[in-house]
């Protein structure tokens, strides 16, 4: 065998190699991907029926308008688009603010109770100052999978979609102002939770579920 044919066994046998160690990797990251077998507690039928009782209650929120309560802007900035589609959907109404000195007109923005709630004053705590949020819909849990981290917690993944979408999001003005809030309701959302252990074995989200309403927005709201 000539010193070239050598060289070329060699580098057919190192490609064969390669070849063999990525089959290797694909097929224990199919093995890993696959994980827990579909009985295990946290997929069972019943671990997803208790998640869907602490979930599918949680309102879907996101920022109205500003991050603080009151409202008050110049008549300028909130004379656009997207407040002219709240305030036409019957959920906010413009409201002038005294302007004895003849400056700038300013107004304030004030909640429509009628909309069934939907705009309101959300305090993350008691002592919290109030921010206005207006709720387009409630989580509906879709799927779940558990992952363990010691006996009594680990992390919980969930997917859910937007449900009871309440009759004004479907205002083609509305649709067209808040775009986010489109993608929210058409799409599939993924979102991961800390989780604590039961005395009977049920996974339990911990802490104030409604404060992860509005995780999957990136900053979006219902702004001017």
Not at 14 to 34: C, I, K, N, P, W
Not at 69 to 96: C, K, Q, Y
Request: charged fraction near 20%.
């Amino acid at each position: 065998m000539t010193t070239i044919e050598r060289r070329v066994g060699s580098r057919q046998q190192g490609r064969t190699v390669q070849t063999m160690l990525r089959t290797m990797t694909a097929a224990a990251t199919l093995s890993l991907l696959a994980g827990c077998p579909a009985d295990t507690p946290a997929q069972s039928p019943a671990a997803l029926a208790s998640l869907r009782q602490q979930i599918d209650a949680v309102r879907v929120c996101a920022p109205l308008l500003s991050g603080t309560w009151p409202i008050e802007f110049s008549a300028d900035s909130l004379a656009t688009p997207p407040v002219d589609a709240l305030v036409s959907a019957g959920i906010v109404r413009r409201v002038p603010l005294p302007n004895p000195g003849g400056e700038r007109p300013r107004v304030r923005i004030d909640l429509v109770q009628e909309t069934g709630g939907d705009a309101r004053l959300y305090r993350l705590r008691p002592e919290a100052p109030p921010n206005p949020q207006l709720c387009f819909g409630r989580r509906q849990v879709t799927t779940m999978q558990h992952e363990a981290m010691g006996k009594r917690s680990g992390l919980l993944h969930y997917a859910y979609r937007v449900a009871d979408a309440p009759a004004w999001t479907a205002r083609p003005d509305i649709r067209a102002a808040f775009p986010f809030m489109v993608a929210m309701l058409d799409g599939e959302h993924r979102t991961i939770g800390a989780t604590g252990l039961q005395a009977d074995g049920s996974w339990r989200v911990t802490g104030d579920p409604q404060a992860q309403g509005a995780d999957p927005m990136e900053n979006k709201g219902f702004l001017p």
